[in-house]
């Protein structure tokens, strides 16, 4: 079970339901990932939200980060995609797990997470493909 961190105030449903409140990630309701069910161990009880009522906490958040830029920098394809004005940003890679010897793939589409990969890309002299989206 992945711990999370609740974003929005849902006081009105419960009184334990404050932005910042720890919960338990369950699983996904109706096949659908954006739906969750959560447990919250300070009231006892599971509900559904979507998922962007959520976050990681924060040394989880540092971890995460930190492994995307090292799959970063040792990742052999790297693709950014964008719209011709800049927006609809993508970032897709691929890398050499190092402990299972697999490839594996990565992608965000999170504005914030795209633009810190093309920082750390840029800084480090690690070369992407730039792509941009050609309207159909």
């Known amino acids: 079970m992945s711990k999370l961190v609740l974003v929005t105030d849902f006081t009105k449903i419960h ?26 161990p300070t009231i006892g009880n599971t509900y559904a939200f979507y998922s962007k009522n959520f976050d990681l906490p924060e040394e ?34 691929q890398y050499i797990d190092p402990v299972t010897n697999k490839t594996r793939y990565g992608w965000t589409m999170k504005r914030d997470k795209v633009l810190k990969g093309l920082d750390f890309l840029n800084e480090n002299n690690i070369p992407y493909t730039d792509t941009v989206f050609k309207k159909s």
Do not use: M, Q
């Open 60 to 93: 989880e958040k540092k971890a995460e980060h930190e492994k995307f830029l090292r799959d970063l920098k040792i990742a052999t394809e790297i693709e950014y995609t964008h719209g011709p004005r800049g927006g609809n940003k993508k970032l897709e890679y």
């Open 15 to 40: 009184p334990g339901l404050v932005k910042g409140a720890e919960c338990e990630f369950k699983f996904c309701s109706r096949g659908c990932d954006c739906l969750w069910n959560v447990y919250f």
